[in-house]
């Protein structure tokens, strides 16, 4: 637990702690949501197994009943180069292309992203950028469950107005980044 001296949202809070991160790799979950069993383990071998920079899954919401229902995001299961999972994010209007919140990365790509930007919200859309990176693997499996709650913030009466503008910020970030590492000579791309 990292502690700071006032409230500085999550985004903040999230980059300062990679400053204590002292493993080779890294993932995050937000404090009420679940992560499976299998979850880190299976991730974390296949990244060890395969030499890809990133490897993600899919995500459920858990309803407070204990019932799940499985989101798989726009991006097929399988490897892809790097870039490539921008592709299935044509405008910031669209679904996500995965999930933040699945991604297993090495820290120093975490790192090399910024972390997870500044927004007050859809910090974690910035997250996305790691993508642009390395090669990386979705696995169709769930690895993240997503509790959902009356409390949670998506839900509150003032998130839709600054949703948008949120979305607009990391998917742009995020195409402008996969664009200038294509131009790169000797990038292969």
């Not at 995020?174 to 791309?189: E, F, K, M, V, Y």
Request: with cysteine; aromatic share 8%; net charge negative.
């Amino acid at each position: 637990m990292l502690a700071l001296p006032r409230p500085v949202g999550a985004a903040c809070a999230r980059n300062l702690a990679v400053n204590e991160v002292r493993t080779e790799f890294m993932t995050w979950a937000d404090d009420d949501d679940l992560l499976p069993p299998f979850s880190l383990s299976s991730r974390l071998h296949h990244l060890k197994n395969t030499g890809l920079g990133w490897v993600a899954g899919y995500s459920a919401d858990l309803f407070p009943d204990g019932s799940t229902r499985v989101w798989r995001c726009p991006t097929p299961p399988g490897r892809h180069e790097p870039g490539q999972v921008w592709t299935y994010w044509p405008s910031p209007h669209h679904t996500i292309p995965i999930g933040p919140t699945t991604i297993l990365a090495p820290t120093r790509l975490w790192s090399a992203i910024g972390g997870m930007g500044g927004l007050v919200q859809g910090e974690d859309y910035l997250a996305l950028k790691i993508t642009s990176l390395a090669p990386g693997e979705l696995l169709p499996q769930v690895v993240y469950h997503y509790r959902k709650h009356d409390a949670q913030l998506t839900r509150q009466p003032d998130y839709d107005n600054l949703e948008d503008q949120a979305r607009v910020f990391a998917w742009r970030s995020g195409n402008d980044l996969a664009s200038a590492l294509a131009l790169q000579p000797g990038t292969g791309r």
